[in-house]
């Protein structure tokens, strides 16, 4: 068994600094593990007392019986190094640092952190400034959360790996509190030695866990974590989570409790997107959605029946989930034609949808007929059901008759609990039934379903592109033309282009493009030419020259410099204009695609993917972008445009990834804005460029 295994199971705990005083930190833990039932050894270490509820106190750690499988540590900062230090040596397997005080104080803290990450040598830590873990499948409380102070908790398939120690007690409770069962709960904070990965790898071998949850703070090590999720997809175990930090104060927050860079928000969404990670939008969200995962039933469309016995709360379901773009449509023939055979007489209205059967709370017989139908009828693909007042004077009755359909169909089946009973709602929960209090609730659930079931590993690129010679491409900020020239080497086609210093060379090279040109400042300092009046588009040839000096004169006066160098470009027309950029943070590597244009920021149509560690997008990848933009339909043919030449744009993502991925860190940033996308067949043309390289 390894160390981390061991950290869940272990056969004996030291708690260093014990306290027999249990409404403080330190007496916490020897106080929970005697309480939930822990049956290995407990080795309390306080020099100043003999024994701390009725076991045995050893002066030090030198005293020992023997070196513990795992240690929690209730010391400070400085005194927690010299204990880590000796249990290493001891030969303990895993040690849990409660002590803040490292990373997340500044330098001086990062120095402690460094000197215990040394201290450990080959004994895996977790925290510091962690509350500790949760083993729920096995009794086993490793943990100064004061949610353990509840007498009873049910264990169940969700496993918890949190970044923050008070999420953890509070999804504990919370959870306990709905009937909703967890298996393992860890806080991994400051992450000195494991890490969000180590434990995501863990709960996929987990037989006990079926469904991953993740609070996230930040992502220290991305390509770890993007393996181990894959790991996670891949093996039919869903991961959850809930990423905070989505305005900049939640990220400051973030960052000041771990000492941890965060990345972009966006590049979060691009990231979970990519290794199959469902992302939580609310913290109700991230209890809901893991609880109708952990049921195993999969969602295999987007039909769904609402089956009620009050009206209003029925329209509330159906809304929901017309807003969240599912379906509720009218049952069919044969369908209806049983719903009817169930009716005694004529209070019940069971050819529509939802389906009303006004006292089956009442009629336990009419209430199991009606589930039976809707999960037998091929109309439907989940079913909701509606559970009312009346079922508050016999909660029993409505969740066994619920509970008793279960077995004869694998479709999702939720309960929506309209009136406030949380009692209600935990028996529900408790017998295998998801059941929210919110409708909102209910449809975030199954768009989570039917995001697993939609789910496809990426797909492995063949063999990598060669590479391509950029020794004699200058560093710093690359004007248009250099830029230009960077991505055609990569496979990027720009407009046909002169440079040109007069506008007597102006005017010879307007003639030769084209009756009308672009013409341009050619500086790379300036990235938005436009904003100075260094853009002029649709420019007669024999003007050109004269343009060309009012540019001058109108450059100069708003930007205070005269320019010399100038870009006269065709005139490109018949194509949509995209945006394609490079974003580069701590989480790595993102492609941006998008409207484009000078409405880029205004309109703020983009999608986001990080380029893999393999080294460029698949062209699947590239197509879905396209796909994902509100202005998809410009580029599919809208009201009769053109169809768009969709594969060339994939083909340009591609290189765009692919030259991202060679120049690394060299690539400072990258855009092209606008690049047309001609019609079918005619390809694309990069008709501006930004690059700025490191030296």
Request: overall charge negative; charged content about 20%; aromatic content about 4%.
């Amino acid at each position: 068994m390894n160390a981390i295994a061991r950290l869940f199971k272990p056969r004996s705990v030291a708690v260093i600094g014990a306290s027999g005083d249990p409404s403080k930190t330190a007496g916490r833990p020897i106080a929970y593990l005697r309480k939930h039932g822990f049956s290995g050894e407990i080795y309390p270490v306080n020099p100043r007392v003999e024994s701390i509820d009725g076991l045995k106190c050893y002066p030090d750690i030198a005293s020992l019986p023997a070196a513990p499988d795992v240690a929690m540590i209730c010391l400070g900062a400085e005194r927690a190094i010299a204990a880590v230090r000796e249990l290493s040596q001891r030969g303990t397997l895993a040690a849990i640092v409660l002590a803040s005080g490292y990373g997340e104080t500044g330098e001086e803290g990062m120095r402690r952190q460094q000197e215990l990450i040394e201290a450990a040598g080959s004994m895996r830590i977790l925290g510091p400034n962690t509350i500790g873990l949760v083993n729920l499948t096995d009794d086993i409380p490793l943990s100064a959360s004061g949610a353990l102070e509840m007498e009873k908790f049910p264990a169940g398939a969700i496993g918890l790996v949190s970044q923050s120690g008070g999420i953890l007690g509070a999804l504990l409770s919370r959870a306990a509190a709905r009937g909703i069962g967890m298996s393992k709960l860890v806080s991994t904070s400051n992450e000195v030695d494991l890490e969000l990965a180590d434990f995501i790898d863990y709960l996929v071998d987990d037989e006990a866990t079926r469904v991953i949850a993740l609070y996230v703070e930040t992502v220290r090590n991305p390509e770890k974590f993007r393996a181990a999720c894959l790991r996670a997809a891949n093996a039919g175990k869903p991961v959850v989570a809930f990423k905070i930090g989505r305005s900049e104060a939640g990220a400051r927050a973030a960052v000041s409790h771990t000492g941890a860079l965060a990345g972009a928000d966006r590049m979060y969404d691009a990231l979970f997107k990519q290794v199959g990670v469902i992302r939580a939008q609310t913290f109700a969200d991230f209890i809901d959605i893991p609880a109708a995962l952990a049921s195993g039933r999969i969602l295999k469309g987007n039909r769904v029946a609402v089956l009620t016995s009050t009206g209003g709360a029925g329209t509330l379901i159906s809304d929901a989930m017309g807003v969240s773009g599912f379906e509720t449509p009218a049952p069919d023939a044969e369908t209806a034609e049983r719903l009817r055979a169930l009716q005694t007489g004529d209070e019940a209205a069971l050819d529509r949808n939802p389906i009303d059967v006004t006292l089956a709370g009442l009629k336990p017989d009419l209430l199991r007929g009606a589930i039976n139908t809707l999960l037998a009828s091929p109309s439907y693909d989940a079913l909701v059901i509606i559970v009312g007042s009346s079922a508050l004077a016999m909660p029993e009755l409505m969740v066994g008759a619920i509970k008793d359909c279960l077995p004869n169909s694998d479709k999702p089946v939720f309960a929506y609990v309209s009136p406030h009973a949380p009692n209600l709602a935990a028996l529900l929960n408790e017998r295998g039934v998801p059941a929210y209090v919110a409708p909102e609730s209910c449809a975030a659930a199954l768009d989570a379903m039917l995001q697993v079931a939609s789910w496809q590993s990426p797909a492995v690129n063949g063999t990598k592109a060669a590479t391509v010679s950029v020794s004699d491409v200058p560093g710093g900020s690359l004007d248009e033309a250099q830029a230009k020239d960077l991505f055609a080497r990569f496979g990027l086609p720009g407009v046909r282009e002169t440079i040109v210093t007069t506008p007597e060379e102006a005017i010879i090279a307007a003639k030769s493009l084209g009756e009308r040109v672009v013409i341009k400042i050619l500086s790379g300092e300036i990235t938005h030419k436009s904003d100075i009046g260094g853009v002029a588009v649709g420019v007669p040839a024999a003007e050109a020259g004269a343009r060309l000096t009012a540019m001058i004169a109108e450059v100069k006066a708003k930007a205070g410099f005269t320019p010399t160098r100038f870009l006269v470009q065709e005139m490109v027309s018949g194509g949509t204009e995209v945006i394609l950029g490079v974003h580069r943070d701590s989480l790595g590597t993102g492609i941006l695609l998008g409207m484009g244009g000078v409405q880029a920021e205004l309109f703020k149509d983009t999608t986001l993917r990080l380029v893999p560690s393999c080294g460029e997008l698949s062209r699947d990848d590239a197509l879905s972008m396209a796909r994902e933009l509100k202005t998809w339909p410009l580029l599919d043919g809208f009201r009769g445009r053109p169809k768009a030449d969709v594969g060339a744009l994939a083909s340009a993502i591609v290189a765009f990834s692919r030259m991202a991925s060679q120049l690394g860190d060299k690539l400072v940033e990258a855009e092209i804005n606008p690049i047309f996308v001609l019609p079918e067949g005619q390809g694309v043309r990069a008709a501006d460029g930004v690059a700025i390289l490191g030296e």
